[in-house]
T-cell receptor, first 114, second 114 residues
Framework: GESVGLHLPTLSVQEGDNSIINCAYS??????FIWYKQESGKGPQFIID?????DKRQGQRVTVLLNKTVKHLSLQIAATQPGDSAVYFC?????????????FGKGTLLTVNP | DAGVTQSPTHLIKTRGQHVTLRCSPI?????VSWYQQVLGQGPQFIFQ???????GRGNFPDRFSARQFPNYSSELNVNALLLGDSALYLC?????????????FGPGTRLTVL
């Protein structure tokens, strides 16, 4: 079936370490991916996106890697800070057609220990 | 500028009732999307509206309906409520259809069905 999922439901890191959050997707037709951060009591917040014609994209302290061969997406956060503690979701869009739809994965809870 | 606003923030209903949730997009945004987020899971796409027309639909029963008004605000209606409809309902707005990287989420409406 069509799904976007995560390998690890929880991740605990020390402040200053790098964090890596993983995501697997099953639909090879997906051509656009987004990482979201959701803090408690708030809606998801866009972090970074990547299109399927790229394999890496960098933002401020974040990097997204896309491996289309194994249908795997990862979010790397450099020098993780306590403010990075949140649930992180990957989402995919299959693009094209007339049905505009964004599919989210289940999420990974990142806890940053001071 | 005000972000996406939703009302009410919390709502308690009983099975069989209907509910209307409201969303005001960011000024200038023409597209509104609705998501259902069950506790502990990622948001599930329900609808996307653009210029008052439905442009995307997720896998939800016909009990769920929505509309968008000329001022681009939107309502989500759910009829014949079930216990399983208890969730956080998120609204998101974006400038254009499919501009996922410019999509901003509201804080959500917490619906509890008893």
């Amino acid at each position: 079936g069509e799904s976007v999922g995560l390998h690890l439901p929880t991740l605990s890191v020390q402040e200053g370490d790098n964090s890596i959050i993983n995501c697997a997707y099953s639909n090879s037709a997906s051509d656009y991916f987004i990482w979201y951060k959701q803090e408690s009591g708030k809606g998801p917040q866009f972090i970074i996106d990547i299109r399927s014609n790229m394999d890496k994209r960098q933002g401020q302290r974040v990097t997204v890697l896309l491996n289309k061969t194994v249908k795997h997406l990862s979010l790397q956060i450099a020098a993780t800070q306590p403010g990075d503690s949140a649930v992180y979701f990957c989402a995919e869009n299959r693009g094209g057609g007339s049905n505009y739809k964004l599919t989210f994965g289940k999420g990974t809870l990142l806890t940053v220990n001071p | 500028d005000a972000g996406v606003t939703q009302s009410p923030t919390h709502l308690i209903k009983t099975r069989g009732q209907h509910v209307t949730l409201r969303c005001s997009p960011i000024s200038g945004h023409k597209s509104v999307s609705w998501y259902q987020q069950v506790l502990g899971q990622g948001p599930q796409f329900i609808f996307q509206y653009y210029e008052k027309e439905e442009r995307g639909r997720g896998n939800f029963p016909d009990r769920f309906s929505a509309r968008q008004f000329p001022n681009y605000s939107s309502e989500l209606n759910v009829n014949a409520l079930l216990l399983g409809d208890s969730a956080l309902y998120l609204c998101a707005s974006s400038p254009e259809i499919g501009s996922w990287d410019e999509q901003f989420f509201g804080p959500g409406t917490r619906l509890t069905v008893l």
